[in-house]
C-alpha cells in the first residue's frame, strides 16, 4: 500500500520497508494539513501547542478523503486533528501503545507524593533530620489508600494493575455502564470516586461530556489531603478551580497535562508549592516508535484481510 506520514523526512526509508507498505511520501511541516488524497494510508500526528488551533480549523483537501482507506493516528487520543479526518472511511488510534509507561508514570508520581521524596532528599550541607519525627509526622503509603480512576481504558487499566500490587484499594468511574474488566477493579458513580479517593487518576478523553469534568464542585468534595495526577488532558480540570483549592491549602496535583499547553509564562499553577508540572512525557519511552510501527503494519494487515482494526475509532 502507499502510504503518506507528517513524521521527519528520514522515516519515509523506514516506513517504506515495512511489510505491507510499497511507497513512503513525507508530507512536508506547513502543508501538515494539505493532506494528500492519492495515497491508502495516511499516517498522522496530533497537533501540539498553536498547532492545535491550526489542526482543528484546518480547510478540507479537495476531494476527500479520495482514494484513502485507513487513516492511522500515532496517537492515543483523537483531539487535536480536523474534524474532517474522521470521515474517512477506516481511523484507528495508538491506544494502548502508550499504557505501560504512562502507568509507570502515574505510580511514581503518586509514589513520590506519598514519599515525599523532594522534601527529605538532603541537599548539600544540610544536616541529617531526627529520625523521630518521623514517628510523629510519618511517610504516607499507598497500601490501604484508596485510587479512584476516572476512565477505564488501557491506560486506566495498567494504573490500577500496579496499584493493586501496592495493595491499593480501587474503584473507577467509566461513561459505559459496562462491568469493570479487572476483579481487583470496582465501578462506581463519578461523584463517589471523587469523593474516596487519596490518590485521583484522570485518564479520559477529552470530549464536549468530559470538559471541566472535575469541575469547582467535585474538587470541593474531594478529601484535602487527596493528590490529583492527571495523565488524559488538560481540559479534564477546571484549572482555575483547582488554582483556588491549592490557595486554600487543598489538595495536591501532579499533572502531565494542562491547558493549555504550554501554560502561558507566569501561570500560577507551575511552579504551585501544591502542584507538580510535567511537559506532556509521561507517554515517553524507549519501545515507542517500535510500538507505534508495530501497530501501523497490524493494522495496514488487518484492513487487507478485512479484519477489525486495533484502536478503531467509529
Not at 254 to 259: A, E, F, R, Y
Not at 274 to 291: A, E, K, L, Q
Request: overall charge negative; charged content about 20%; aromatic content about 4%.
Amino acid at each position: 500500500m502507499r502510504i503518506a506520514h507528517q513524521f521527519a523526512p528520514p522515516m519515509s526509508a523506514m516506513l517504506a520497508g515495512l511489510p505491507g507498505i510499497t511507497t513512503a511520501t513525507h508530507i512536508p511541516q506547513e502543508d501538515r494539513w494539505a493532506l494528500p488524497t492519492d495515497v491508502d494510508v495516511l499516517f498522522v500526528l496530533h497537533g501540539q501547542g498553536h498547532d492545535r488551533d491550526e489542526a482543528n480549523h484546518a480547510p478540507r483537501p479537495a476531494g476527500w478523503p479520495g482514494a484513502v482507506k485507513l487513516v492511522q493516528l500515532a496517537s492515543a487520543g483523537a483531539d487535536d486533528y480536523p474534524p474532517w479526518l474522521f470521515e474517512a472511511p477506516a481511523v484507528a488510534s495508538a491506544s494502548g501503545t502508550t499504557a505501560i509507561p504512562i502507568g509507570e508514570y502515574a505510580l511514581a508520581v503518586m509514589l513520590a507524593h506519598a514519599k515525599q521524596l523532594a522534601a527529605i532528599t538532603l541537599k548539600a550541607g544540610e544536616e541529617w533530620p531526627e529520625r523521630t519525627q518521623f514517628i510523629d509526622q510519618p511517610l504516607a503509603t499507598l497500601h490501604g489508600r484508596t485510587l479512584g480512576l476516572v476512565g477505564l481504558g488501557n491506560i486506566a487499566r495498567q494504573v490500577g494493575k500496579y496499584a493493586h500490587a501496592f495493595g491499593m484499594e480501587i474503584i473507577a468511574a467509566r461513561a459505559s455502564a459496562a462491568p469493570s474488566p479487572d476483579p481487583y477493579i470496582r465501578t462506581a458513580p463519578l461523584d463517589e470516586v471523587v469523593a474516596r479517593a487519596d490518590h485521583l487518576v484522570l485518564a479520559a478523553p477529552i470530549t464536549p461530556a468530559t470538559q471541566h469534568l472535575l469541575n469547582a464542585e467535585r474538587l470541593a468534595r474531594m478529601k484535602a489531603t487527596a493528590h490529583i495526577v492527571n495523565v488524559g488532558r488538560g481540559g479534564l480540570i477546571d484549572q482555575d478551580a483547582l488554582l483556588a483549592e491549592l490557595d486554600k491549602g487543598r489538595l495536591w496535583a501532579s499533572l502531565d497535562v494542562t491547558d493549555p499547553e504550554p501554560l502561558p509564562a507566569g501561570h500560577r499553577l507551575q511552579g504551585h508549592p501544591r502542584c507538580r508540572i510535567t511537559p506532556h512525557v509521561s507517554w515517553s519511552n524507549p519501545d515507542i516508535n517500535r510500538r507505534i510501527m508495530e501497530r501501523l503494519v497490524e493494522n495496514i494487515r488487518r484492513l487487507g484481510a478485512g479484519e477489525p482494526l486495533l484502536g478503531a475509532i467509529d
